[in-house]
């Protein structure tokens, strides 16, 4: 059974075998946990997003003019890379889904959390840190958001002996204590 645990603070500064990136699909930073992880991590994690962005099939999405707009990782879905000069073997990048108050779209959510260990368990990791996926930029509710983060690690079947939720405030390190209670 694998055992969930809560920090405050900033996922960058974690340690664990595996810290998953709330990433976008481009898989080349940006905001949020993802820029601060590229930021901290260095070089090694763009250049090997990078070398993984470049083996993803061409993505469907096109501009305005027809011509493809890139390749992406799905959301929902997670790669790995190395962690770079984090303290953790392995940067786990996840794509969560954008809140929609007209779609429900908790299930491409929680198949960020359950992808994540899938690829924890390929890779051997035994202690993995998550954020809460969704809830800055692509607006998640946090409550829901720590529901169905709780929920989805706990059902999970892996061989990850621990979870760590990395909350960077207050507010969210109240949404998950509440779903743990």
Known sequence: MTS????????????????VNAANSSLLGGGGVDGAIHRRGGPA???ECRALRASLPHSRLRSSGGTPIGKGLPTGRAVATTAGDLDARWVIHTVGPVWSATEDRSGLLASCY????????ELGA??????????????????????IAVETVRAA?????????????????EAFAAQLR
């Open 126 to 147: 035994r202690t993995v840190a998550f954020p809460a996926i969704s809830t800055g930029v692509y607006r998640w509710p946090m409550r829901d958001a720590a529901r």
């Open 4 to 19: 969930i645990t809560l920090a405050q603070g900033d996922i960058t500064r974690e340690s664990a075998d595996a810290i």
């Open 114 to 121: 359950r992808e994540s260990l899938r690829v924890a368990d």
């Open 45 to 47: 994690i763009l250049a």
């Open 157 to 173: 079947q892996t061989g990850v002996e621990e979870v760590t939720f990395v909350l960077f405030d207050d507010r969210a390190y």
